[in-house]
Nanobody, 118 residues
Framework: QVQFVESGGGLVQPGGSTKLSCAVS????????SSWFRQRPDSEREFVAK???????YYAPDVKGRFAISRDNYKNTVDLQMDNLKSEDTAVYYC????????????WGRGIQVTVSS
C-alpha cells in the first residue's frame, strides 16, 4: 500500500520561503518519478516540478529560479524548496509519484496548503 506523509507549507509573506516535504512508502526506491503539482483557487491542477532518480529536475516556467525540487532516494522522500514566494503561488500543493516501470500508475498525496499573503 502506497502512503504519503506530507509536511510544510502554511502562511508565508510575499518574498518569503517555505519547504514542502513528502515521504513515500510502499514504492521501491529509484522506481518512481517524483513531481509536485499545485491547484490554485478556481483553477485546474497544474505541473510545478519533477525529478527522477539520477536525472536533472524540470520546472514550470513560472517557478523556475525560485523553486527547487530535491529527493533522497534512500529515504524515498522528495522536497520542494520555495523561495521568493508570490501571491500567485497560493495553492494546494500535491506530491505525485509515478512508477517508472509502470508509467500509467501514479499516486497522489493529500495536498499541502500554501498561502502567500501579508
Amino acid at each position: 500500500q502506497v502512503q504519503f506523509v506530507e509536511s510544510g507549507g502554511g502562511l508565508v509573506q510575499p518574498g518569503g520561503s517555505t519547504k514542502l516535504s513528502c515521504a513515500v512508502s510502499g514504492i521501491k526506491p529509484w522506481n518512481w518519478l517524483s513531481s509536485w503539482f499545485r491547484q490554485r483557487p478556481d483553477s485546474e491542477r497544474e505541473f510545478v516540478a519533477k525529478l527522477a532518480a539520477n536525472e536533472y529536475p524540470y520546472y514550470a516556467p513560472d517557478v523556475k529560479g525560485r523553486f527547487a525540487i530535491s529527493r533522497d532516494n534512500y529515504k524515498n522522500t522528495v522536497d520542494l524548496q520555495m523561495d521568493n514566494l508570490k501571491s500567485e503561488d497560493t495553492a494546494v500543493y500535491y506530491c505525485n509519484a509515478r512508477l517508472i516501470d509502470s508509467p500509467t500508475t501514479e499516486f497522489w498525496g493529500r495536498g499541502i496548503q500554501v498561502t502567500v499573503s501579508s
